[in-house]
């Protein structure tokens, strides 16, 4: 089991950025950001296979967020950019040290065992 520690979130103007953090007790195959909004359900934003680095983004923040990882730190970043009112949300970081996302293929909340805590992001005028 990996423990992730989360860092970043807060509070922004629509349009500003934040940079996420999380960095894991040991080495992953895959990260992901997930995020849950009040009354929503959990949904993937971003994930990342650990070795070579392939990402994958849901459709609603391609081209505005940005995935990456820093292997020897065993940490991945989450940039936030453009941000809008609709991206406030609890941003969890999400790890699994054995699986890996096939390229033709979205990953889900099921494909990862372990999670941190999530961090708040809020974005307002």
């Known amino acids: 089991q990996l423990r992730l520690e989360e860092s970043g979130g807060g509070l922004v103007q629509p349009g500003g950025s934040l940079k996420l953090s999380c960095t894991a007790s040991g080495r992953p195959a895959s990260m992901a950001w997930f995020r849950q909004a009040p009354g929503k359900e959990r949904e993937l934003v971003a994930a990342?296979?650990?070795?070579?680095?392939?990402?994958f983004y849901a459709a609603s923040v391609e081209g505005r967020f940005t995935i990456s990882n820093e292997r020897a730190k065993n940490t991945a970043y989450l940039d936030l950019n453009s941000l809008k009112p609709e991206d406030t949300a609890v941003y969890l970081c999400?790890?699994?040290?054995?699986?890996?996302?096939?390229?033709?293929?979205?990953?889900?909340?099921?494909?990862?065992?372990?999670w941190g805590q999530g961090t708040q992001v809020t974005v307002s005028s």
């Open positions: 999400a790890a699994s040290r054995y699986w890996r996302p096939i390229l033709t293929a979205m990953p889900t909340r099921h494909n990862y065992g372990d």
């Open positions: 990342i296979r650990w070795e070579d680095g392939n990402t």
